[in-house]
């Protein structure tokens, strides 16, 4: 079963609109992380918010926030007044488990997000 | 500006041929990574270094190999056992491993020609 599932594989939204970008989980380990990290055409991975299994409240940062569902096993992408620089690849990503020290991370197949003017 | 460096940014392979992919980073940072990327599917993980002189294999070693002989450096051979290695590659480091804001490097897309 896939451990990080990001259903929509493109999305659009009007510049200065709000967006949610979608992200379901699968984990039996009571400690794990939650990430989303943004790709622009350029390649590079940028990190944009993290949510702890154990964290309180939602993560935010900036216009980033991170709508955490833990019942739903759900950590959506909330970005807000997008700008035309937002125009990228947005992938969802978990860390859990452990293996001789190491936690594995594991992506999701990621969300193409388009800003239109 | 600390980050890390990857190059070539494009690389062509003929079938049968080994080709390394470097990586270095100026961030002190004790852990490493190397990721593949395929259209349509997320990041998986080829090989991952905690410290220097040690690395591990991820969930799709096999026709790959690394180094760790210096902190800073991180190279990547795909040797020619890997029979689809035409993809997107991406070098990652962090603090250590229990750091997950990864450093990424701007990749480098190795097809084969």
């Known amino acids: 079963a896939q451990k990080i599932t990001q259903t929509q594989p493109g999305m659009f939204v009007q510049e200065k609109e709000a967006v949610t970008l979608d992200c379901t989980y699968d984990?039996?380990?009571?400690?794990?992380?939650l990430f989303w990290y943004k790709q622009p055409s350029s390649g590079e991975m940028i990190f944009l918010i993290y949510?702890?299994?154990?964290?309180?409240q939602n993560a935010t940062e900036g216009r980033y926030s991170l709508n955490f569902q833990k019942a739903r096993k759900s950590a959506n992408l909330v970005i807000s007044a997008s700008q035309l620089g937002d125009s990228a690849m947005y992938f969802c990503?978990?860390?859990?488990?452990?293996?001789?020290?190491?936690?594995?991370?594991?992506f999701g197949t990621g969300t193409k997000l388009q800003v239109i003017p | 500006d600390g980050g890390i460096t990857q190059s070539p940014k494009y690389l062509f392979r003929k079938e049968g041929q080994n080709v390394t992919l470097s990586c270095e980073q100026n961030?002190?940072?004790?852990?490493m990574y190397w990721y593949r990327q395929d259209p349509g599917q997320g990041l998986r993980l080829i090989y991952y270094?905690?410290?220097?002189?040690?690395?591990q294999k991820g969930d799709i070693a096999e026709g790959y190999s690394v180094s760790r002989e210096k902190k800073e450096s991180f190279p990547l051979t795909v040797t020619s056992a890997q029979k689809n290695p035409t993809a997107f590659y991406l070098c990652?480091?962090?603090?250590?491993?229990?750091?997950?804001?990864?450093?990424f490097g701007s990749g480098t897309r190795l097809t084969v020609v």
């Open positions: 990652a480091s962090s603090i250590d491993r229990r750091t997950f804001n990864y450093t």
């Open positions: 984990t039996s380990d009571p400690s794990y992380g």
């Open positions: 949510q702890g299994s154990y964290d309180q």
């Open positions: 990503a978990m860390r859990d488990g452990n293996s001789g020290g190491y936690q594995k991370v594991t």
């Open positions: 961030l002190n940072h004790d852990a």
């Open positions: 270094s905690q410290i220097v002189n040690d690395f």
